[in-house]
């Protein structure tokens, strides 16, 4: 798989670094190709990773590519990997590699996440038994506008992505019409707007995310047997990588292994950048600058070969 639209941020110095065990790094001169996800979070969580490695002396390139896109990449060895999959959004595809060992699972990122159907709290005023799911059900119709009247409007991903919520709709025949988003920044619009106008809405949405830290907001309580049926779940966000990664990069390979991402991180760092328009490598270093004994551990136990 060829890959369209590569680009370089912020050229990294390759630099020679010995750790403690007198491990030297890089140990190949080809760069760490990086994907950078279409949602801000995985990007952060790319670049965290990816910025100490640069700081390590490896050579690091950026390329934006959606995480279903990325799977064949990271099988052929043409991107070397991805830290921020969620399991409940990606099909077969990546289990399957990874069953047949083209992809490597090296554990779990770290974040504490949730997935499921959000509205803002002012919406409880016009439909008191929320979030109960029959009352849900029952409020539809304060959910419509003039194109989808009288059924709800559902604001679900964006189209590249997997369409759970609104399969669940089609599926079992709800009374809501299922509208993509544009965009991730195009679904925070809608919440904004929301909010500011104290309008009814429902979305597909997930957290860790900073909106819902300067925004008041609810879950709807989905039955069981729809949670499990259409995979949301609470869930697994995991970390994958190139199988070549652990004979041409060991060091970099055991680094990634013990790489973790918290959520109070990630959120300060989605502000920055989404909230208030930083530049994400920026935002990322200064994180890095700043927090040098969150990873710092990180590092000296993958030179020290643990």
């Known amino acids: 798989m060829g890959i369209a639209k590569k680009f370089l941020l912020a050229a990294g110095v ?16 080809r760069p760490i190709i990086a994907p950078l996800h279409n949602w801000t979070g995985a990007q952060i969580s790319t670049t965290v990773a990816g910025e100490i490695l640069r700081r390590m002396g490896y050579d690091v390139e950026y390329v934006a590519v959606s995480a279903l896109a990325a799977a064949q990449g990271i099988a052929d060895g043409e991107i070397t990997y991805s830290l921020e999959l969620w399991d ?10 990874i069953e047949e060992g083209d992809i490597v699972d090296i554990g ?5 996440a949730r997935e499921g159907w959000l509205y803002p709290l002012h919406v409880e005023e016009e439909c008191p038994g929320l979030p109960a799911w029959e009352a849900f059900l029952d409020c539809h119709e304060i959910f419509a506008t ?27 025949d ?16 809608e919440l904004n707007s929301a909010m500011d106008r104290q309008a009814p809405l429902v979305m597909m949405f997930w957290a860790p995310h900073w909106v819902l830290s300067v925004h008041e907001t609810g879950w709807i309580d989905m039955p069981e047997d729809l949670v499990n049926q ?23 390979a055991r680094f990634l292994e013990n790489f973790t991402l918290a959520n109070g ?9 989404d909230n208030q328009q930083q530049d994400l490598i ?25």
């Open 14 to 29: 390759a630099l020679m670094f010995t750790g403690p065990a007198g491990a030297d790094v890089p140990e190949s001169e």
């Open 88 to 97: 409940n959004n990606l099909g077969d595809l990546y289990p399957v590699l």
């Open 108 to 112: 779990d990122l770290g974040l504490d």
């Open 146 to 172: 003039a194109e989808t009247m009288p059924n709800g409007r559902f604001l679900d991903y964006p189209s590249e992505w997997r369409s759970r919520g609104g399969d669940l709709i089609r599926e079992q």
């Open 174 to 189: 709800l009374p809501f019409d299922v509208v993509p988003a544009g965009s991730e920044g195009t679904m925070i619009a």
């Open 230 to 252: 259409y995979s949301l779940h609470k869930p697994r966000i995991f970390k994958v990588v190139w199988p070549g990664i652990h004979d041409e990069w060991p060091v970099a």
């Open 265 to 273: 991180p990630q959120e300060i760092m989605m502000d920055l950048i």
């Open 282 to 306: 920026e935002v990322t270093n200064q994180w890095l600058d700043n927090n040098v004994d969150v990873w710092q551990p990180m590092v000296d136990a993958a030179m020290a070969g643990s």
